[in-house]
Nanobody
Framework: QVQLVESGGGPVQPGGSLRLSCAASGFTFSSYYMNMNWVRQAPGKERELVAAITSGGSTNYADSVKGRFTISRDDAKNTLYLQMNSLKPEDTAVYYC?????????????WGQGTQVTVSS
């Protein structure tokens, strides 16, 4: 049973930093072809793809976070990370870990419960 548990969110002042973690269980990073994403949703807004990383290590970022956020993963720890620097009030949102795993030719989509990030002075 796949489980994704996010942590690391909380309140932070503008210009500050946070590192989000997504600990995965029920599967091993190195055993599957995957796309791993951080997605956020601010109040009253649609979900937004913030950052993505493929099994091959290719990364992609939303224009709004380029140069400030870094996605990475530690296969030994089965954990996905999002390093967020120079945070702005508009980064306030619930951040979700999303993993798409290719199993027997079919994509399977899994989500964590989310972690709140609040950027405010």
């Amino acid at each position: 049973q796949v489980q994704l548990v996010e942590s690391g969110g909380g309140p932070v002042q503008p210009g500050g930093s946070l590192r989000l973690s997504c600990a995965a269980s029920g599967f091993t990073f190195s055993s599957y072809y995957m796309n791993m994403n951080w997605v956020r949703q601010a109040p009253g807004k649609e979900r937004e793809l913030v950052a993505a990383i493929t099994s091959g290590g290719s990364t992609n970022y939303a224009d709004s976070v380029k140069g400030r956020f870094t996605i990475s993963r530690d296969d030994a720890k089965n954990t996905l990370y999002l390093q967020m620097n120079s945070l702005k009030p508009e980064d306030t949102a619930v951040y979700y870990c999303n993993v798409k795993i290719m199993i027997m030719g079919k994509w399977n989509d899994f989500w964590g419960q989310g972690t709140q990030v609040t950027v405010s002075s």
